[in-house]
């Protein structure tokens, strides 16, 4: 029997098999479509719409698909999206051409090539002591206008009841602010260097970020079915730091914002983390992560989905598993073909499986694998799924 997409969502997220495996694509950053890719889409099967940017934010270089695109690439969820305050929009737009893009919360981004822009702008990379902290002009996590659209735009969704609606507030993961304030060598060694600092800054940042969840899950109310946040805590081997101090300095930080979210909405929570972070999936769902992605299928034990499937399946969703780092960019539409079918053999059995690519859908991705993928999910992921 047919579902609409939200009730597929739904199913697989209670842990029951839908009509077919969700697919989860283009509503997030860590869910999204580079810029060029997108355009080359929309070229590709004919679609005439214009170019908008997730979070109203260029240098992201993420695209917000229109309706037409999203229903070709038979994406299942629909986004909901905090925004920066209106000043900062408005005077990053107002900026000279090149120069640095500045954030509300202070850090921000170089074009280090044409149209390319990576996080450089660091604004405590030399701070040490937990003055430092206390003195530092933080942002408002109570102007309005950073969710002033949502609550129209969920409700909205919600009464049409054709899509799962995820929403993903933008810059409020803990340690990605933290990479982002310091730099990610810096932090990582103030992490073993001045644990105390450390801590200090990985709280201050949590508190911030509970402020403007609230304001944003108030916005929603029962309008939404998954809260999307995150924390990128791997490698392609290995984590980025021993299981012991994830557990004693970082795990009391997730462990606390999860439960504040628990507390404010019936949604299910989806944490987003890149790498081999398989020594801690115990430790996600210990915390209350319902839904892990991206599952980096190319990174050390995350690659033995079979071990995922008998471990973790039963207690948590996967979302993701299509590799970016080769297949998607690098291989051809039957190859992109034979490993979406691969994943949902190997993952989607029983249901538990929503199935997109490694995080963002870069730009060396040819759109014909993006269809290849999509394509490959309509073919090979219909319930029973035959094995």
């Known amino acids: 029997m ?60 993420t695209a917000d698909p229109d ?15 905090d925004l920066e305050p209106d000043w900062v929009l408005e005077r990053n737009r107002a900026r000279e051409p090149h120069s640095d893009y500045i954030n509300s919360w202070g850090s921000g981004a170089k074009e280090i090539t044409p149209g390319e822009w990576f996080p450089m702008v660091e604004p405590l990379k030399a701070a040490t002591s937990i003055a430092e902290i206390e003195d530092y002009p933080w942002p408002d996590m109570h102007d309005p206008t950073r969710v002033a659209h949502v609550g129209e ?52 940042i949590e508190e911030l970020c509970k402020e403007l969840m609230l304001h944003f899950l108030e916005e929603l109310g029962d309008n939404v079915d998954i809260i999307k946040i995150g924390d990128d805590l791997g490698t392609q081997e290995s984590l980025l730091m021993s299981p ?17 979210i628990k507390q404010h909405t019936r949604a299910q929570v989806m944490f ?25 299928t190319s990174a050390g034990k995350m690659s033995n ?47 538990g499986l929503m199935i997109g690519a490694v995080h963002t859908v870069m730009n060396d991705v040819p759109a014909e694998n993006v269809l290849a993928m999509v394509d490959a999910v309509e073919e090979f992921g219909h319930y029973p799924l035959e094995l």
Request: with cysteine; proline share 6%; net charge negative.
């Open 244 to 260: 012991a101090m994830y557990r004693q300095m970082l795990k009391p930080v997730h462990a606390d914002y999860i439960q504040f």
């Open 67 to 81: 309706e037409a695109t999203l229903q070709r690439l038979g994406t299942d969820v629909r986004g909901v999206w």
């Open 272 to 296: 987003h983390t890149d790498g081999d972070v398989f020594p801690l999936i115990d430790d996600f769902i210990e915390m209350g992560v319902d839904i892990l992605n991206p599952i980096q």
């Open 2 to 61: 047919s579902m609409t997409p939200r009730e597929r969502v739904l199913a697989t997220i209670d842990h029951r098999e839908p009509d077919r495996v969700p697919i989860v694509l283009g509503v997030s950053n860590a869910t999204g479509i580079k810029m060029r890719t997108y355009r080359e889409i929309k070229q590709l099967v004919g679609i005439v719409a214009e170019d908008r940017y997730l979070y109203d934010w260029p240098e992201l270089g």
């Open 305 to 351: 989905l079979t071990e995922l499937k008998q471990r973790f399946g039963d207690d948590i969703i996967f979302c993701g598993g299509m590799d970016t780092a080769r297949v998607l960019p690098q291989g051809t539409p039957e190859e992109v073909r034979q490993e979406t079918r691969r994943i949902i053999e190997a993952l989607g059995q029983d249901g």
């Open 153 to 204: 735009r969920a409700a909205r969704l919600a009464l049409e009841n054709q899509y799962a609606i995820m929403a993903t507030p933008w810059l409020l993961f803990p340690l990605e602010r933290a990479f982002a304030m310091q730099g990610m060598d810096t932090f990582l060694m103030n992490m073993a260097m001045y644990p105390d600092f450390a801590e200090a800054l990985l709280w201050r």
